[in-house]
């Protein structure tokens, strides 16, 4: 998806800018990479610099409801420092490292409902103007696919994902959102259950997985929330037993013992158990924090993926990713 704008900001003859990513899907922590094109004006500019800014749409919850928004979430300058002549066709080539914790937008080539995008930034003779905007896709890290599909084959099953603003108390959360996968349980645990919550907080080092748990009340008991976190590594990741590894986490999970935070496992163990202190109010706290968000728009009505993960519920998908990043522009122009 590209859209192309003359820079408003420099009137009618000025040049045109056009982003184009390497088709290759991106991996949290991983490398982008594609060229910036530039397309001379009726007269010489003085290119300042381009900057990439990697954008997200993104729910917040307050006092007064919901919002939806637009979060830029990192930036870079790709190029700048030289003059663009008339008519002259410049490509600039650039490869920037994406952060550790961005939102996976697709898993085996079936879109989650999470929209991000990359927006081109050209500063020229003093005035800045956003003149491209295109659709990041972000592919899951082989420790977050092998958690999915390790979920997927013990019957979870996919109901959404969406992106939330705030922060995650007692954990190594940096953006300021955090991406939210709601799945159904499984039969095993649907008695107990009635949705379980799922994030994801990559590190060079390894990965924080949140887990949530919606759990129904009893007769005469209401029904409450459970929060536990546990931490794996990125090495050896197709030597885990992670269907044995995840039943057992949904074990913690759903008993909810105050003593489920234990010490960690031993050196080399596919999971350990993080601190538990705080972690069930900061979560909710971390859901419900940060100023509102009316700059924007959602992410989360994209839809429900279809087909993700063998076993998981198939839904569908609305593709709305488009219409998203046309609003957003129209409401700059405004």
Known sequence: MVFKRLLGAIGVGGPTVDTVLDPASVRPGGTLSGRVRLAGGKTDFEIEHITLELVARVEAEHEEGESEGVVAFDRFTVGGGFRLAEGE??????????????????????????????????????????????????????????????????????????????????????????QEIELLPSPQYAQQVNEIELTFLANPGGMEVVLEADKRGGFLSPGQDALTRFTVSHEAVQQQDWPSIIDGWMRQLVEHRSSAHGAPMGHGSPARFGSGHGHEAGHHEGRRSGPGMGTAVAAGAAGLAAGVVGGMVAGEVVDEVGDFFEGDEEEEEG
């Open 89 to 178: 066709q410049r490509s600039v080539p650039f490869s920037v490292v994406v952060p550790w914790e961005t939102p996976v937008t697709e898993l085996h080539g079936q879109r989650l409902g999470v929209v991000l995008g990359v927006r081109t930034e050209l500063s020229v003779a003093g005035a800045k103007d956003k003149g491209d905007l295109d659709e990041l896709t972000v592919s899951p890290l082989p420790v977050q696919e092998a958690v999915l599909e390790a979920l997927g084959g013990l019957g979870f099953g996919f109901r959404s994902a969406d992106l939330e603003y705030g922060r995650i108390g007692g954990t190594g959360q940096r953006l300021p959102f955090y």
